[in-house]
């Protein structure tokens, strides 16, 4: 955030069945602070089922708008009937959306990938039934539901649907830059952009396709990687409970430390660590290594208190959404 450029956040998938008992307080996935707006809360549906009550506990939490997951290609999720699989059953989709519909009037939108196979037919029927159910803005996830991430993207794909459907069409998958924002703009068409795995590699990606794409005024990113890392690092301290902190920090560091030529060493190190204050200190030891003019900008490295110190207990950030 620190660098500007989001339009929009979201969430992780949430599983929404759990919503309505969720403490947002500990619960690592409802974490917010009055930074985070507009923040887009991502539902996986599996059908319509207590939809009242899951968009109750969404209004309690402040959203400031709701995403339906209709693409994840995960197969523990697929198996439970939600995710991309639910695009082979429209009908439970066109249910999914008119509950959902009825039960806010907060932003409706939903995220896709292009299906099982490259159907143009099938492809166009599906996405205006989510425009015509009332979805506002549809992100296309731009490959097919088995495809890795390692293949290039169908963007032209999204200018399909952009054509058919007369709502905001956002493209996804392999923007990761600004000279890739713009190839995908060139050949969809789309009205945004959606990314996701660029931003825990390098979250200024915002801010650089802001300026260089859209023309925003944001001033150039100042970029010191071992700074931004002891950055996500407090906030991991001041955010989460003691038990979610070192998971976290090793699910960020595994897309971060691709910054760096010899990264997998960083990540290697910080996957074998045992508590957050021995990844911290191989962190530190990197940068020392890696990367002296970033360590030297960074100054006095972060100094963890006793153990036994907790750091999140009153985060004023926090105070507006607990």
Known sequence: MQFGGVGLLS???????????????????????????????????????????????????????????????????????????LMDDPERVRRIVMSARKNTTLPLTAKIRLGENLDQEKLCNFCRMLAGEGIEMLTVHARLRAEPFARPPRWAWVGKVKNWVDIPVVANGAIDSAASARRCLDESGADGLMIGRAAAHSPWVF???????????????DICLPRLYQDFLIALLQRFQPDRRLGRLKEFTHYFAKNYFFGHHLATKVQASGSIEEAWRQAVAFFAENDPEGSRRLGEPFAFRSAAEDYNTRNPELETFL
């Not at 923040?39 to 339906?68: K, M, V, W």
């Not at 801010?207 to 990113?221: D, H, L, M, Q, S």
């Open 11 to 85: 969430t992780e998938m949430l599983a929404a069945a759990r919503l309505p008992a969720e403490r947002p307080q500990h619960s690592p996935y409802l974490v917010r602070t009055s930074q985070e707006f507009p923040l887009s809360y991502q539902l996986l549906l599996i059908d319509d089922t207590n939809i009242s009550r899951i968009f109750q506990a969404l209004n309690i939490l402040q959203a400031d708008a709701i995403d339906l997951n209709l693409g994840c290609p995960a197969p523990l999720v697929r198996r439970a009937g939600g995710g991309s699989s």
């Open 207 to 221: 801010a650089t396709i802001a300026r260089e794409i859209y023309g925003v005024g944001i001033a150039a990113p």
